[in-house]
């Protein structure tokens, strides 16, 4: 009895510190809301003083989003500084959040204000089901029309570039590849190639079509001849990479950037035959429960600000054109021209989205 | 007037008589059936089954599609891995569970600690943390064989290394059900074969064995459908290398964008099959013989006595130790404290200046974590004590009661087993988005965590149950105690090891699920399962390694200082 007693004590102070700490949280002043009200940050005004003023009765925004945790953490962070207003929701790999975010708009309890994610065949099936809003954010005129959706519903939030990475010990430099074309050869040199499935987001997806774009079918049957590694996320990958596990991945800059500060033998080339990019997008739910401050956030998040954090803690490119350039570990990515981005025609990359991805996966064994 | 009183209050104790039945029934139908039924639909249909979707059309092309090729391969992976695994585990497990329930083992309670040590890894830790271990090129078994001038044969990126993953994960399963049924059992007949001369081998295959079937036979089937349902340990170790099992089919299925829900439902329906058809086989073999081992007669029981192979079955039980926990944990420090992930070789392990402090710091600082861990600690403890509740009410009908239904609710209990976690998590979302009192809380979480461990708890406690013959409840019932005073003060006694072992193993199990949770949490929700593999699946491997062992040992010293608290020590010899 006395052992149940202690039990039911412990549960019970567990449960009450759990629903304490669930409750903290909640708006506060941010450091770039004026003394006029509004929210601005070097003179760009990012929103208005009666905005911002409703955002902070509603304290919080629900972002749901897929943009990865550092960059996702990073960029929170700014935003609660900036503003003082609070980012809840969900950050999940695309799949997830989408089949949620289906799930929670079908019984019409999306607790979403915002969603972030790449891949505009999935935004388009949720701007068909009327989930999104238009807004236009105070910076849109800066925008280029490329990364504006037609209907004014949703904005393209980055463009995020992949990239050859590899690592020294397990293949030495002057072998390593410069070029697309000259992965087959690599692998078939003995070494180990590690690649995400086409079918597991918008990265997997861009390199499989712009191979296939590039190169022929032929290209993915000798890179599967290889018999690469496959894996289901990017950071998984450069984990690997990373131990020597594989000697050469298609990877992302920032990944790649932090192992080598760890003191890992890796490094990254900007491919010869082009760099394939793809952008995340962000919209606003019509139906959120916090819609000043879902503007806000959007407001901020297409603003040079916003933009700036984007492209210096996530090593993403920003589609502002003032915004700051990418960096990864303090250093400067080159210059979005310079490094020949290859972004996917729209038709192509909603049109053989389907037939492509399961003649890659046959190709490479990865039937379903 | 006395007959008359009989006839009218009749309907009143029938009702009376049946609302047991229909609460047990009620609380089944919406943990196990609707999620099962969601399911279940959505694998003949071609559209899911999601709040507001439109019913979509008859379809068999779900399960034609897993005819192709490569769910063909996945499917016999499954088995593969799934029987060589379970035969692994179980030797494991009931050897650890002989040892230190039935012999005189040196340090016995250390024996008994290594049967259930690994339920302080969870699968997603262990197979994160062999793959650094065994991985073909730089794991760091290879390295030192390397440095050793000996071949580096290890490669857990194989169906021999997910087999060998797997059984070493799954032991405790096996050990704590058979380890609770070996430490009541009776030593009488075991003493009266050796008395006429049989010999140990005998005994032990044909008598001590036998005398705990069901518990055996328990394990097994539990352990192979577990091992068939893990997702983790393929996903991290086999997918890799295209080595695919059913459960990494429907992660794929679900994780690719758009998701394709209905083809993984129909591979969960599979997996269903499977499961009610090794159901049914464990009870036509239980139904035709009898196995109470607990009887109202009192027994001393006396250790085996092991001889010159005392020494020899301890280091075998240390052995286990090193492969399950002790390894593990080496190559999670050195992730979690080595600076440059990169190794060159043995003397690069353990170099002082190639460690740093500042990861473990930040993990442990970091509000994540602390929030997590509490939400984890509030989901386990949920889940276990009505858990707990449930499964003993379930047991307690199916096998103490003569009321209808019984086998009925026994099949029930065991579903959830068959379905991937991933697929019931998806039940409950599609099922509960409607009632956000309840969705997007923690409970929730208990809520499918209770349901999706419904076999283990009830198989646990039924274990249990089956083996203390109702003499003793119907002793205390004849000397004129009611019915709730009885199960108080007799049963429940009895039964209190099993009880307890089934309770603690549903929080464990409950803190390190993962599928369950995936599609269930918020940044307010997020259990800690959810913030390791978020960091595993951004590459984040020190944070991994660092959050890794905060959970190791929290999950040590719940499990070690529970066992003290309730009493839970060595009731074997």
Redesign the interface.
């Known amino acids: 009895m006395r052992s149940t007693r202690r039990l039911t004590a412990l549960t019970a102070t567990t449960m009450t510190l759990c629903l304490l700490s669930t409750a903290c949280g909640g708006g506060g002043d941010g450091e770039a809301v004026q003394k006029s009200g509004e929210l601005a940050v070097d003179g760009e005004v990012i929103a208005s003083a009666e905005l911002m003023n409703a955002a902070q009765e509603e304290k919080a925004v629900n972002v749901y989003t897929s943009l990865n945790e550092v960059s996702n953490d990073k960029v929170a962070e700014a935003f609660e500084k900036d503003t003082g207003l609070t980012v809840e929701g969900i950050r999940a790999p695309t799949g997830r959040l989408m089949e949620r975010i289906q799930s929670e708009a079908g019984s019409g309890a999306l607790p979403a204000d915002v969603i972030t994610m790449p891949d505009d065949s999935l935004f388009q099936i949720l701007v068909k089901k009327n989930l999104f809003t238009k807004h236009a954010v105070p910076a849109d005129k800066a925008i280029p029309e490329e990364y504006k959706s037609p209907d004014g519903l949703y904005y393209a939030l980055i463009s995020s570039p992949t990239v050859i990475a590899y690592n020294s010990k397990a293949i030495p430099t002057d072998q390593a590849p410069k070029a697309w074309a000259d992965l087959p050869k690599a692998g078939a040199a003995g070494h180990k190639i590690g690649m995400v499935h086409a079918s597991q987001g918008a990265g997997g997806w861009g390199l499989a079509l712009f191979t296939r774009k590039k190169f022929g079918k032929d290209y993915w049957q000798r890179l599967a001849a290889t018999k690469p590694r496959l894996e289901s996320s990017v950071g998984a990958l450069a984990e690997k990479l990373g131990r020597g596990e594989v000697a050469v991945i298609a990877g992302r800059p920032p990944e790649i950037g932090e192992l080598k500060e760890q003191g890992a033998p890796v490094d990254f080339v900007w491919p010869e035959d082009g760099t394939p990019m793809f952008n995340f997008f962000i919209g606003r739910v019509a139906k959120g429960k916090h819609p000043n401050a879902a503007q806000v956030y959007l407001n901020w998040s297409m603003s040079k600000r916003g933009q700036s954090v984007l492209a210096t803690e996530g090593g993403d490119y920003p589609v502002h054109p003032q915004a700051a350039k990418p960096r990864v570990q303090g250093k400067e990515l080159p210059a979005f021209d310079s490094v020949r981005p290859a972004l996917p025609k729209t038709e192509d990359w909603l049109g053989l989205r389907n037939s492509w991805i399961a003649e890659w996966n046959t190709v490479f064994g990865y039937r379903s | 007037m006395t007959d008359n009183r009989v006839n009218a209050s009749a309907p009143a104790a029938r009702v009376l008589q049946r609302l047991p039945l229909a609460a047990l029934a009620a609380i089944l139908v919406v943990l196990v059936v609707v999620p099962m039924g969601i399911l279940l639909y959505a694998s003949f249909v071609d559209v ?1 089954p ?4 439109p019913p979509g059309d008859f379809t068999v092309d779900n399960y034609a ?1 897993l005819l ?4 063909r391969a996945a499917m016999l992976n499954t088995l593969v891995i799934g029987l060589g695994a379970t035969l692994f585990a179980l030797v494991l497990g009931c050897g650890l569970a002989w040892l230190a329930a039935r012999t005189d083992v040196p340090f016995k309670s250390l024996v008994q600690t290594a049967g259930i040590m690994p339920l302080f890894l969870s699968s997603l830790v262990g197979a994160l943390a062999w793959s ?1 271990l065994g ?4 794991g760091y078994l290879n390295i030192v064989l390397r440095d050793l001038g000996l071949p580096d044969f290890v490669n857990v990126y194989s169906i021999p290394g997910l087999i060998f993953v797997s059984g070493v994960y799954y032991a405790p399963y096996s050990f704590l059900l058979v380890y609770s049924s070996l430490s009541l059992l009776n030593p009488e007949l075991e003493e009266a074969a050796y008395v006429h001369g049989a010999r140990f081998r005998h005994v032990l295959g044909g008598i001590t064995f036998k005398l705990v079937t069901p518990a055996v036979l328990g394990a097994a089937t539990l352990t192979l459908v577990f091992i068939m349902e893990n997702f983790p340990i393929p ?1 991290v170790l086999g ?4 080595i695919h099992t059913l459960p990494s ?1 429907i ?11 209905n ?1 993984a439902s129909a591979a969960g329906a599979i997996l269903l099959v499977i499961t009610a058809v090794m159901v049914f086989v464990q009870r036509r073999v239980l139904a035709t013989r009898e196995f109470v081992t607990v009887t109202g007669k009192g027994f001393t029981p006396r250790p085996r006595e092991l001889g010159r192979w005392r020494w020899p079955a301890f280091a075998c039980a240390m052995l286990y130790v090193l492969a399950a926990v002790m390894l593990p944990l080496f190559a999670l420090v050195q992730s979690a404290f080595r ?6 070789g043995i003397a690069a392990m353990f170099r002082p200046e190639s460690f740093e402090t500042e990861v473990m710091a930040e993990t442990l600082e970091s509000e994540e974590l ?2 997590s861990l ?2 984890s ?2 989901v386990g ?2 889940a276990a ?1 009505a858990g707990g509740l449930l499964y003993l009410a379930l047991a307690y009908y199916v096998h103490r009661t003569k009321e209808p239904g019984r086998r009925f609710l026994s099949y029930v209990a065991m579903w959830p087993a068959a379905v991937p976690a991933l697929v019931i998590g ?1 039940g409950f ?2 099922t509960w ?2 009632f ?1 009192i309840i ?2 809380t ?1 409970a929730i979480l208990v809520l499918a965590f209770v349901g999706h461990l419904l076999p283990q708890g009830f198989q646990g406690i039924s274990s249990s149950l089956i083996q203390v013959h109702p003499d003793l409840e119907e002793s205390a019932r004849v000397c004129g105690a009611g019915k709730i005073r009885t199960v108080w003060e007799i049963l429940i006694p009895l039964v209190r090891t099993g009880v307890i072992a089934t309770m603690l193993l549903i929080f464990i199990l409950s803190m390190r699920e993962l599928s369950v949770a ?2 269930l ?5 997020q259990v800690l399962s959810i913030s390791i593999y ?9 944070p991994v390694a660092a959050m890794s062992l905060v959970y190791i040992a929290f999950l040590f010293v719940l499990t070690f200082v529970s066992r003290r ?3 839970v020590t060595n009731r074997g010899v």
């Open positions: 899911p999601r709040p507001g979707s599609a192709s090729a490569g769910n650094l991985s073909p090129e730089q996903q997918s890799p290398e295209g089919q992660y794929r299925l679900m994780a690719t964008a758009p998701s394709q829900p083809q600076a440059n992930p990169y190794t060159t602390q929030q509490l939400n600690i509030a403890a949920g004590f998806l979302l599609w988005t409607r956000p969705y997007g923690l995936i599609f949490f918020t940044s307010d929700t978020n960091a595993w699946e951004g590459g984040r491997l020190p608290w309730f009493g």
